[in-house]
């Protein structure tokens, strides 16, 4: 159980091109996801909450306009990078938590790994 | 100071060698604390959770000092295939975990 799946799981686009990554949990409900991004040799970086039905709350540094993150379902919430430039080719990965879990855990999806030319 | 703080290594440990990391957090509300392990291009994996009284799963023993504000992993046997980065999560203000820069691991033959 506990599975959360993100695609696609690798994009290469060009810059000025936006690119939306979608995140899933496949067998539960999660009223809660959450989206990381990670540069090489670095730690995870929250960039958003992201709550169903409700508007995502950005980290410090992180542009809303520019992340645009819709949580439309509790199983499905999507994050789209506009205006995409080789600053921000990185390794998205998403997190999800299960709404009837009353712990911290988050499930990780298995990350997508951006490239922008 | 970062909220989660941890040596990033490369530790670099024989096979069947006993290996430990430590990591430090500065939010003293702090309640609950994991490790995970992550392998080179792949998510976060839950190793374990750490409680207060300390806990062991198999080759793997967690501690928790909430005095000094650090928590340990300690792994004897050490296997090929625990060479990976190993990141220290603690949940901070607002209930958010907030992740380590990891402590890679690399164990050798």
């Known amino acids: 159980g506990a599975v959360v799946s993100q695609h696609p799981s690798w994009v290469i686009c060009k810059s000025g091109t936006s690119v939306k990554i979608e995140c899933r949990s496949l067998?539960?409900?999660?009223?809660?996801m959450f989206w990381y991004r990670q540069f090489p040799k670095q730690s995870l970086m929250l960039m958003a909450t992201?709550?169903?039905?409700?508007?995502?709350?950005?980290e410090q540094g992180v542009e809303k306009d520019k992340f645009l993150i819709n949580h439309a379902s509790l199983t499905l919430s999507t994050l789209t990078v506009t205006s995409a430039h080789p600053e921000d080719s990185s390794f998205y990965i998403c997190?999800?938590?299960?709404?009837?879990?009353?712990?911290?855990?988050?499930?990780f999806g298995p990350g997508t790994r951006l490239t922008v030319t | 100071r970062k909220e989660v703080e941890q040596d990033p290594g490369p530790f670099n440990v024989p096979e069947g060698a006993t290996v430990a990391f430590n990591c430090t957090y500065s939010?003293?509300?702090?309640?609950?604390f994991f490790w995970y392990r992550q392998d080179c291009r792949k998510e976060p994996k839950l190793l374990m959770s750490?409680?207060?009284s300390g806990n062991e799963d198999g080759r793997f023993t967690a501690q928790l000092n909430r005095a000094s504000q650090y928590i340990s992993l300690l792994i004897r046997d050490s296997k090929l295939s625990d060479s990976a980065t190993y990141l220290c999560?603690?949940?901070?203000?607002?209930?958010?975990?907030?992740f380590g820069g990891g402590t890679r691991l690399m164990v050798k033959p």
């Open positions: 999560v603690v949940n901070g203000a607002g209930n958010m975990l907030t």
């Open positions: 992201s709550n169903e039905g409700s508007k995502a709350t950005y």
């Open positions: 750490v409680y207060s």
């Open positions: 939010n003293s509300a702090s309640q609950s």
């Open positions: 997190s999800a938590r299960d709404r009837r879990d009353g712990g911290l855990e988050q499930y």
């Open positions: 067998d539960f409900q999660a009223t809660t």
